[in-house]
């Protein structure tokens, strides 16, 4: 029996996790034979809806749960935690972009940065779910300078996997048939979404479709779908982030899939001339527990003007959050 693997979920009574959690703890993100620990943390006025969540996990009986454990503070939620899913923090409502939400949600993740820093292991893997994703991991990172700082991450899984729903639809093809997708840039309205290397079936994905419609159509679609569902449900997307959660974490921590790429937000280390240290989102191959940044993609210029459009509002956006580091 393989040792538990101690896992910090923050924001553990809302929506997101309700989906979230019962999917890690029945052992799809980390496998049928790893045992977890599961570190629920909530703020303090939330803390029984967290109980009544953990009452659940229990009565699931999931065998892979060895001890749950629900908190109001975070030095107990992060000790020796060695992946950290960062969901807690407030969602945008309808008329809303994420960046909107980093005056209040830079603060949450500037103090559980420093909280981080000092109790939880210094090879924990952190995916920041919290919008806006890619400033706040920033901001922890910031405030954690004696954690691994390649494994401070965001989450755009979600965008991926909806740009390989959105081309599956168009070219009348089979999901698993599409791989080498990318979605480069911010968790934001500017982010990327690139179908340059994508390929359907093992032929180019440009050949498929046309090209008015990858710049017109798939690449907005995909870049505003979280506010569509919002508009749609009166918040935000939950089921389909706590399954891109799982995704960004499984491929972690167990290796994607070969010959295909997942797309993260991961410190950048120059690549693609994005400035280093801002969390960017690139195409990357996981394996053995790491992951690497896709090199030597010759981007259009197109893509590359775009590309840029969502550093510098990344830039930005850590201007706004000066004082939180
Ligand atoms: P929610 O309001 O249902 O749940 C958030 C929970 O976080 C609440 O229970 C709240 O009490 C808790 N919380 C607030 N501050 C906290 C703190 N300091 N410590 C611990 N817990 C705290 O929201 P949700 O729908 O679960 O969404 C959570 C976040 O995820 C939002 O910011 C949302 O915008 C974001 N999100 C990101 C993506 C993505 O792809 N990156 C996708 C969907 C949602
Ligand atoms: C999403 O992409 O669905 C989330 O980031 C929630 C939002 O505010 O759009």
């Known amino acids: 029996m393989k040792q538990p693997v101690r896992v910090t979920v923050t924001?553990?009574?809302?929506?997101?996790?309700?989906?979230?959690?019962?999917?890690?703890?029945?052992?799809?993100?980390?496998?049928?034979?790893?045992?977890?620990?599961?570190?629920?943390?909530e703020i303090t006025p939330a803390l029984k809806v967290c109980e009544a969540v953990a009452m659940e996990l229990n009565d699931c009986a999931f065998p892979l749960v060895k001890d749950i454990v629900v908190t109001d503070d975070p030095a107990v939620a992060f000790k020796d935690s060695q992946i950290g899913l960062m969901v807690g923090a407030k969602p945008r409502g309808p008329g809303m972009e994420r960046k909107d939400l980093i005056a209040d949600n830079g603060k949450i993740f500037s103090s559980l940065g420093k909280v981080i820093n000092e109790v939880a292991d210094k090879n924990i893997k952190i995916c920041v779910v919290g919008n806006p994703a890619n400033t706040n991991a920033f901001i922890l990172a910031a405030n954690a300078p004696s954690i691994n700082q390649r494994n401070i991450t965001a989450l755009t899984r979600l965008d991926h996997n909806r740009a390989l729903y959105q081309l599956a639809e168009k070219s009348g093809s089979d999901i698993a048939e599409i791989k080498k997708m990318i979605i480069w840039g911010n968790h934001s309205v500017?982010?990327?979404?690139?179908?340059?290397?994508?390929?359907?079936?093992?032929?180019?994905?440009?050949?498929?479709?046309?090209?008015?419609?990858?710049?017109?159509?798939?690449?907005?679609?995909?870049?505003?779908?979280?506010a569509a569902v919002i508009a749609a449900r009166g918040s935000s997307s939950a089921a389909s982030a706590a399954n891109a959660v799982l995704d960004h974490m499984r491929d972690w921590c167990l290796g994607s899939e070969s010959g295909d790429w997942v797309s993260m937000a991961v410190p950048s280390d120059g690549s693609y001339g994005v400035e280093k240290g801002l969390i960017y989102s690139y195409p990357v191959v996981c394996k053995d527990g790491d992951y690497e940044i896709v090199q030597g993609l010759e981007v259009s210029d197109f893509i590359k003007g775009k590309m840029d459009e969502s550093e510098q509002e990344l830039k930005e956006e850590r201007e706004a959050v000066a004082d939180l580091f």
């Not at 993100?29 to 943390?41: C, K």
């Not at 419609?213 to 779908?225: C, E, G, L, S």
Request: charged share 20%.
């Open 11 to 41: 924001g553990a009574a809302g929506q997101i996790c309700y989906s979230l959690l019962f999917r890690i703890a029945s052992g799809e993100m980390l496998g049928n034979d790893q045992p977890v620990i599961l570190n629920l943390l």
């Open 190 to 226: 500017t982010q990327v979404p690139d179908i340059a290397f994508a390929t359907v079936a093992g032929d180019a994905a440009a050949d498929k479709v046309d090209a008015a419609w990858a710049k017109d159509d798939f690449m907005p679609t995909v870049a505003k779908r979280g």
